[in-house]
């Protein structure tokens, strides 16, 4: 494996590469699978019992650390899918008979029906600008909705006793816990390929910070919607296989009780380990099984104590304290070769996107009579200009003025109160960001919060994800960056550090790493937001070199928002001067450095400051 | 620690990874107004937020009146005479002129005493008392800060951009109540200014701020003094 | 007519009681508090413990709230404060409180369904039509909370300052005001508001230590739907309050009972700041 370096990218075999790790974790995986065939003669019956029931709710608690824990979407509403599933089985052996047939089509019914929730469900819950206590509300609201249904459907569903006594799967106990058991084994191995791949960062990027990864055309919305809709799925499995077994479904499985129940199991266990929640699970139901027999409300006490100290003071749950705490002991064990579980990354070029994708004649952007208006302010008024590609335009113009109003206004369609803002021909109309970036739109954010536990090399993927297809099971060894990227990580040698986490880098490589994001997506016109801030002098000139270049090599149209004047005199063609909303002057850099009108704006008058008045 | 109204020694700041105050040290005497200039950027807001507590400090100590306060909650700080008249959100726009008064001064029972005295200065003020503060005009609005921050006779005032946006009738309306006050209660000011007239018209010191370090201070008095703020501030 | 049109009011009455703690708990801490339904059943339980202890059944609405003061208190110190930062948090914490709550309640208490003495009982006549004095009683109660914390959030220094940290805090902290103190004072009136409305409800049905679940959903459904205006929140209480009622009486109970969720979440969908206005 090659690393792209300073002498240039070098091509290498499409290769997919399995994450670090993987061999052992199979190997502990086949052996866990193993063990659940055997395992049954070990143990007494009420155990495996038990066991069979705890599988099931480990197999729920998965979908909840992938939406929660991975993805960040804390949902309470898993239960409300496993009881769709559980359902479907229960009401088509009730009153269908068990046949396998039916047992076909009540599977297909459940799955069918939770995915069509699920979708409702994300779509009311994700769309651009919705907070994430509403998603919260709206998945606590569902189980209890489903369990009021149940409820309400009579003796067909069998109201608050449930069904019971059905025929089922002609399975002994001992079957279904190898069943269930395997299942759970096969489900976290696939589930562990999925977050790890790197599609599976995608995810994570959500999760760290969504509104960014908007501003890179990415679609959150509909991928969140994508993935509880998938998660629904997994769950209502589970569901039908736990009404397969005990032979009861009641509404209290899709009440919201359990669904906050998987939410505790999952954040005892450890949010975004995946097995820490299906330890944890099974750990708990099955301590739960045998303690609640002797002291049913002290132990739920106990749980709930743990729980809110856990949240209070370890946010990550216990598996990673455990964790910690067992890698200090690995310290006392004979040292292996060190495997970094970070993979190796080459670079190669991208194909640049084609021109005429965007109209050819229009001018890179177009912005008419421009208003923004907030709470009675007017931010910004009557804004019109034109910029065309190969121009570097700086806007300037005292606090207040609505510089960064600007840009957010140009990026997205919803911001602006009036006016019109078109990208090479293209209205931007009320489209949210990850629209308007596909028209050529690319822009960078004053604050350097970009995706914490991302690798540098994974940032930059995720800037491609648009353009490029993404692993949904694997890592790709590959990473294709235009021209212009590759350049800044050259310059700034921030192509050394692929492998490391973001949040390792100095602020000046931060800075360097936003704008080689925004530059990966290829974009025509570049927003960029104060990129200079914070950063030495060197940094500064290496950054505005980089610009130029880019500007006039590429044709690309930059606009700039900058405070130090000395830099925005050095690199610009054109300067707009904003102040209180409205353009003051536009013009070249001599034409802005030469007025009165500026100077006075910026430091005060020309004239002589007025005498001085004893006081 | 001097007894100076404010006394800034070695201080650092910033936000997040970014460090924008770097190592800066000045100090306030007691009814010294001080003009701290710079473009926009350089850390002029920023050290005054330090100053008062709103940011941590991450090098060095901020004394007021020879008390050491690095460190201590905002609310203790401005609860010691101190008043703050920040850049951005300045007022809270849905409640009354009267609220907004009310909010500069602790003590219930002199609120109206105190707004009848500070209606001296604006008395557009008194005449606007029950309205919501968000229906004022601009300049309206910078003679509310002006008097909320006067409301208790502080010992000392961090105003920030307080000139921005006003007609030049106004900024000499400011410079005479700022002096006003000055003289009547020996109050330290501390201006963060943009505009460079009015900050040398009403200063008797000042320093520039560059990239988060002192470039340059001196008396304002000082013919010189102009030339050199232009050259660090010149497009 | 005339009882369907109480039946509304009383409902709404009813709603703004129990959503009005939440309300400014929101509103001052940012954070929605999921023990509020624990609260709630706190409240009637302190009912229950004076109709045990056979004293008047009007003791039973100052017990409620002040035990509910109190407890909001510790949960403010201990578990909200050093979640200052993590909002999300705070919620899965507060809820995982609602459970430590209801277990300790079930374990002193036990599981039954129990009754609590109504301090008014009896009917009145309503144009005609007869109406139960409770309920109408209610209705006066939902007006003196409301109008109490409307007095106190004008009236009072405290309140100023309450409402200058819910605009904005930091400018509040710069002039002087100790925002922490100010959450926790509002901290601990949510809760004690919430106690209340337990107490205020038991009378009605009955108290069981699962009574404040169903109630904690339509209040946050309220609430989030009022932005952080007690005048919102009345207005939603009756509009919600009266298309449940609707639901309940002509279509089914039960459906009845998930009218202000779906509405609720449907309006906020399309309309995200709700009932406020802005």
Not at chain 1, 184 to 206: C, E, H, P, Q, Y
Not at chain 1, 222 to 232: E, G, P
Not at chain 1, 257 to 274: P, S, Y
Not at chain 1, 295 to 313: E, N, R
Request: charged share 15%; proline share 4%; hydrophobic share 50%.
């Amino acid at each position: 494996m090659n690393e792209g370096g300073a002498g240039g990218p070098v091509v290498a075999p499409r290769r997919r590469i399995l994450p670090a790790h993987a061999s052992i974790g199979l190997g502990v995986a086949v052996l866990a699978g193993a063990a659940m065939t055997v395992a049954p003669a070990a143990l007494d019956t009420y155990t495996v019992n038990i066991l069979v029931r705890s599988f099931v709710y480990a197999a729920t608690a998965l979908t909840v650390d992938i939406l929660w824990g991975y993805c960040g979407i804390l949902t309470f509403g898993q239960a409300a899918f496993f009881g769709v599933g559980a359902y479907a089985a229960g009401i088509a052996f009730t009153y269908v008979g068990f046949s396998p047939q039916t047992a076909i089509l009540a599977l297909l019914a459940g799955l069918a029906l939770s995915a069509a929730v699920a979708a409702i469900v994300g779509w009311i819950s994700f769309f651009h600008g919705a907070s994430p206590l509403y998603v919260a509300i709206v998945t606590l609201a569902l189980p209890i909705i489903v369990v009021q249904l149940l409820y309400s459907g009579g003796t067909f569903t069998g109201s608050s006793s449930g069904l019971v006594g059905y025929s089922t799967f002609d399975l002994s106990v001992e079957a279904w816990f190898a069943i269930t058991g395997v299942g759970l084994v096969v489900l976290t191995v696939v589930a562990w390929f999925f977050v790890n791949s790197d599609f599976g960062r995608v995810l994570v990027a959500i999760r760290e910070n969504e509104q960014r990864c908007t501003y890179l055309g990415i679609n959150t919305s509909l991928l969140k919607i994508l993935l509880m809709v998938a998660m629904a799925m997994v769950a209502a499995v589970a569901g039908y296989a736990y009404a397969g077994y005990t032979v009861v479904v009641a509404p209290e499985i899709a009440s919201f009780v359990f669904g906050t129940e998987l939410v505790m199991w999952v954040a005892l266990g450890g949010r975004g380990t995946l097995i820490g929640p299906v330890v944890g699970t099974v750990a708990i139901d099955l301590t739960s099984a045998y303690l609640s027999g002797n002291l049913p409300f002290v132990w739920k006490l106990i749980v709930g104590t743990i729980f809110v100290l856990v949240i209070v003071m370890l946010p990550q749950g216990l598996l990673p304290v455990i964790a910690a705490a067992a890698r200090r002991l690995q310290r006392y064990l004979p040292r292996r070769t060190a495997r970094s579980s970070a993979l190796p990354v080459s670079l190669v070029p991208a194909a640049s996107l084609v021109r005429q994708a965007f109209g050819s004649d229009a001018p890179a952007l177009q912005i008419i009579g421009l208003d923004r208006r907030f709470a009675g302010l007017r931010v910004l008024e009557g804004l019109s200009f034109t910029a065309l590609g190969g121009q570097l335009l700086s806007i300037v113009g005292p606090n207040g003025a609505g510089k960064t109003t600007l840009m957010r206004c140009l990026s997205d369609g919803f911001e602006r109160s009036g006016g019109s803002v078109a990208v090479f021909g293209n209205d931007i109309a009320g489209y949210p960001p990850h629209r308007v970036a596909r028209f050529g739109i690319g822009r960078s954010f004053q604050t350097t919060s970009l995706f914490e536990t991302l690798t540098v090399a994974q940032c930059l993927r995720l800037a491609r994800f648009r353009l490029d297809h993404t692993a949904m099971w694997s890592r790709s060894a590959q990473l294709a960056l235009p021209d212009g990227a590759m350049r800044v990580l050259a310059a700034t040698g921030l192509d050394r550090h692929l492998a490391d986490e973001s949040r390792s880098l100095s602020h000046g490589m931060k800075r360097a790493l936003e704008l080689a994001m925004v530059l990966a997506q290829d974009p025509k016109v570049l927003l960029l937001d104060e990129p200079t801030a914070g950063l030495s002098r060197s940094e500064r000139t290496l950054i505005g070199r980089v610009l130029v270049d880019l500007s006039r090599r590429e044709g690309l149209c930059i606009l700039l928002i900058e405070h130090d004047l000395d830099f925005v005199r050095d690199i610009s063609t054109r300067i707009i001067v904003l102040h209180q909303g409205k353009v003051l002057l536009d013009g070249s850099v001599e034409d802005v450095v030469k007025s009165d009108l500026v100077r006075s704006i910026y430091a005060g008058k020309v004239l002589q400051p007025a005498p001085r008045v004893a006081s | 620690m001097t007894s100076a109204a404010l006394s800034i020694r070695d201080v650092s700041s910033g936000y997040g990874e970014a460090i924008v105050v770097r190592h800066v040290t000045l100090g306030v005497a007691p009814g010294e107004i001080f003009a701290l200039l710079g473009k926009n950027g350089m850390g002029k807001t920023t050290l005054l937020k330090t100053a008062l507590g709103l940011l941590a400090a991450r090098t060095g100590r901020i004394g007021m009146f020879g008390n050491d306060v690095t460190g201590l909650p905002a609310y203790l700080i401005a609860r010691r005479g101190i008043a703050y008249s920040p850049q951005e959100q300045t007022l809270f726009q849905d409640l009354t002129v009267e609220d907004n008064l009310r909010l500069g001064l602790r003590d219930d029972r002199r609120v109206a005493a105190e707004i009848d005295r500070v209606g001296q200065y604006f008395p557009i003020i008194l005449e606007r008392r029950r309205q919501r503060a968000g229906t004022l005009s601009g300049g309206e609005q910078k003679m509310l800060i002006v008097s909320r921050a006067l409301m208790a006779a502080p010992r000392l005032m961090l105003i920030d951009e307080i000139s921005e946006g006003l007609q030049p009738s106004m900024v000499e309306r400011l410079t005479d109540v700022l002096r006003a006050e000055r003289t009547r209660t020996g109050a330290a000011i501390v201006v963060v200014e943009q505009n460079v007239p009015f900050a040398l018209s009403i200063a008797d010191r000042y320093a520039v701020l560059k990239l988060g370090e002192i470039a340059d201070s001196g008396d304002a008095a000082d013919p010189s003094a102009w030339q050199r703020i232009q050259d660090h501030l010149s497009v | 007519m005339i009882p369907f049109v109480l039946d509304i009011i009383t409902t709404a009455a009813i709603l703004f009681a129990v959503a009005s703690g939440l309300l400014i708990v929101l509103g001052v801490l940012k954070i929605v508090n999921f023990a509020h339904g624990a609260f709630l059943t706190m409240g009637g339980y302190s009912a229950l413990l004076i109709t045990q202890l056979g004293w008047s059944a009007w003791a039973a609405y100052p017990a409620a709230f002040v035990s509910g003061f109190l407890a909001g208190a510790l949960v403010e110190h201990f578990v909200i404060r050093p979640l200052y930062e993590r909002p999300l948090d705070a919620i899965l914490a507060t809820w995982g409180l609602g459970i430590i709550i209801g277990q300790l309640i079930t374990i002193v208490f036990g599981r039954e369904i129990r009754f609590v003495q109504t301090p008014i009982a009896g009917a009145a006549s309503v144009l005609g039509e007869t109406y139960s004095l409770y309920r109408l009683f209610l209705i006066g109660a939902a007006l003196v909370v409301g109008g109490g914390i409307a007095a106190l959030l004008g009236l009072t220094r405290l309140g100023l300052e309450a409402r200058a940290v819910i605009m904005n805090e930091e400018l509040a902290r710069a002039l002087g005001i100790n925002s922490s103190f100010v959450r926790l004072v509002t901290f601990c009136l949510g809760a004690g508001l919430a106690s209340l409305a337990g107490a205020l409800i038991t009378p009605l049905s009955s108290v069981d230590p699962g009574m404040g679940v169903p109630w904690l959903v339509n209040a946050f459904m309220l609430v989030l739907v009022s932005s952080v205006s007690l005048v919102s929140l009345a207005a939603a209480a009756i509009v919600l309050g009266g298309a449940q009622v609707v639901v309940s009486t002509f279509v089914s109970p039960v459906l009845g009972g998930l009218t202000i969720v779906v509405l609720a979440a449907l309006l906020l969908r399309i309309r995200p700041q709700g009932f406020a206005h802005e």
